[in-house]
């Protein structure tokens, strides 16, 4: 780092463009900052109507969780069922070759 750049290294071939502060056309016309940087922040109130489309909101991701989680209860419990089956034709199985024995 202490280094400085060889012979061979390559200048920048155009300058930057410095701008002033002052300058209006640099900045974005929605763009409002102070003189130190900040930016403010304007919040509004939620009206009756803002409210209606965010319990609506609400409702449609409850509804859509419940019909996940009914979903899910609708193909586990035929599988339990045939799990059951499963176990219970295993188990008379081994009773019939234990008896046989």
Known sequence: MNQ????????????PEIIPPGDVRSRRADERMSFDGTQRVYVARVGPFGFAMVALAIAALAMLLFLLVL?????LIPLAGLLLAVII??????MLIWRRL
């Open 4 to 15: 400085r750049p060889g012979p061979g290294t390559e200048q920048p071939r155009v300058e």
């Open 71 to 75: 979903g899910a209860f609708v193909i």
């Open 89 to 94: 034709a295993v188990g008379l199985f081994r």
